[in-house]
């Protein structure tokens, strides 16, 4: 079982803070990278931040700065922090897992609604 399981969504006011959770059924280092996708409603999805397997980071301009990607190895567990939330950060968000040789697998989403 490669698939990762995603928690942590909910309902948050604009300006608040989420962490979300990705959890491995393996050894983070099994994996070539890590990475949290979201899907805004109505939109494509779309790649929000990546943690490699020698633990560099890369994010999307609009969550830079906001955002941040890290990963507990004796968890088996990635974290997404999110802060200074707005409404466009509203979204499904996905966690996705690169084994090498063109396979990937995804999460089944947490929901993530910024509102007042």
């Known amino acids: 079982q490669v698939q990762p399981v995603e928690s942590g969504g909910g309902l948050v006011q604009p300006g608040g803070s989420l962490r979300l959770s990705c959890a491995l059924s393996r050894s983070i280092f099994s994996f070539y990278d890590i990475s949290w996708h979201r899907q805004p409603p109505g939109k494509q999805r779309e790649l929000v931040a990546t943690?490699?397997?020698?633990?560099?980071?890369n994010y999307a301009d609009s969550v830079k700065g906001r955002f941040t990607i890290s990963r507990d190895n004796a968890k088996k567990t990635v974290y997404l922090q999110m802060n200074t939330l707005n409404s466009e950060d509203t979204a499904v968000y996905y966690c996705n897992v690169y084994i090498g040789s063109g396979a990937d697998y995804w999460g089944q989403g947490t929901q993530v609604i910024v509102s007042s």
């Open positions: 943690i490699t397997n020698n633990g560099a980071t």
